[in-house]
């Protein structure tokens, strides 16, 4: 019997330390989604939409919208664009404030291009 309650303490233990250790991992991978959350400005071309969940849009060009899905992971975020015909990429980044740099990487028109984007805000105009 004592052995049965030993095994069942440390198991419990255990999937406790599971549970924790799997929620640090979704939280951190949340904090880097919403860390781009927001809309941000490059030109009067071109905006990128994060919407803090993995979903977004790029503005191109007279109201055109393409939807994506992205993903994070070490200061690098990945574009999965819905359309097929419009190439996934992926940028490494970093935000400072409402600038958010992207610099092109594979899939980019030009890899090492620097882009910097300002967050707008709902009072701010382009």
Do not use: P
Not at 104 to 111: D, R, Y
Request: aromatic residues 14%.
């Amino acid at each position: 019997m004592r052995i049965l309650i030993g095994a069942s303490a440390a198991f419990l233990a255990l999937l406790i330390l599971l549970i924790v250790l799997l929620c640090r991992g979704c939280s951190q991978s949340n904090k880097e989604l919403r860390e781009l959350q927001g809309c941000w400005y490059y030109n009067e071309y071109t905006e990128y939409e994060f919407d803090g969940e993995g979903k977004g849009r790029m503005f191109y060009a007279e109201g055109k919208a393409f939807e994506y899905t992205y993903t994070v992971k070490d200061n690098i975020v990945y574009l999965d664009f819905e359309l097929e015909y419009v190439t996934d990429c992926q940028y490494t980044y970093t935000v400072e404030g409402d600038k958010l740099t992207l610099i092109g990487g594979k899939g980019t028109a030009e890899i090492g291009k620097e882009y910097v984007l300002t967050k707008l805000h709902e009072h701010n105009e382009k």
